[in-house]
């Protein structure tokens, strides 16, 4: 990971990912947190592919912005339009202090490990994760992915107004 477009690469994504995560907190509507996460989600699998780890980064957006964060906006999209909004609470304070905690904490191990790099390369590659999920674990994939599918087809359908279930059945 050397060379000037790497570096601006990182610095880049480092502030998408900041702003994106600051998003999240600050955002009093509940479908731009969601929103902000997803751009959270795709910043991470870009460190994933400044790291050189492309499987990791493809299952971080197949996984997190496919599945997860699609999960949280159909659970957004399905809730009250009164209970979307992100009011303040009692909480505030708490929380307030338990995130002060938590940076210095994180400060702490940042400053105190050794960062050092190891030399030898990774046993597993791409190729054989690849050739693992279309050999040995078919069936299993396979089976996911039906069972996501079903899924998505009946949220879906549970979200339908009588009037498009008339409209489809003339």
Same mark, same amino acid.
């Given at each position: 990971?050397?060379g000037f ?6 610095w880049?994504l480092?502030?998408?990912t ?9 955002s009093r509507? +509940?479908?731009?947190?969601? %929103?902000?996460l *997803? !751009?959270?989600?795709v910043g991470?699998?870009?460190?994933? =592919? ?5 499987f990791?980064a493809?299952?971080?957006v197949?996984?997190?912005?496919g599945a997860?964060?699609?999960?949280v906006?159909f659970a957004?999209?399905l809730?009250p339009?009164a ?5 303040e609470?009692r909480m505030?304070l708490?929380?307030?202090l +338990?995130?002060?905690?938590? %940076?210095a904490? *994180? !400060?702490?191990v940042?400053?105190?490990?050794n960062?050092? =790099?190891a030399?030898e ?9 690849g050739?693992a999920l279309?050999?040995r674990?078919v069936l ?10 079903v ?9 339908r107004s ?5 409209e489809?059945a003339?």
């Open positions: 990971m050397e477009g790497v570096s601006l690469a990182f880049i480092t502030g998408v900041l702003v994106a995560a600051l998003g999240v907190l600050a509507n +509940l479908l731009h947190a969601v %929103l902000f *997803i !751009l959270l989600f991470m699998a870009g460190y994933f =592919v400044l790291l050189s780890a492309d990791l493809m299952a971080q197949i996984i997190y912005v997860i964060a699609v999960l906006l957004v999209l809730t339009r209970g979307r909004n992100n009011g609470t505030f708490p929380a307030l +338990l995130c002060g905690t938590l %940076l904490i *994180i !400060l702490f940042i400053t105190d490990t960062w050092a =790099v030399d390369s990774p046993s597993v590659t791409a190729a054989d994760l050739e279309l050999s674990w299993p994939f396979e089976l996911a992915s039906v069972l996501l599918t899924a998505l087809v009946g949220s879906i359908m549970l979200v009588r009037e498009e279930e008339a489809d003339v």
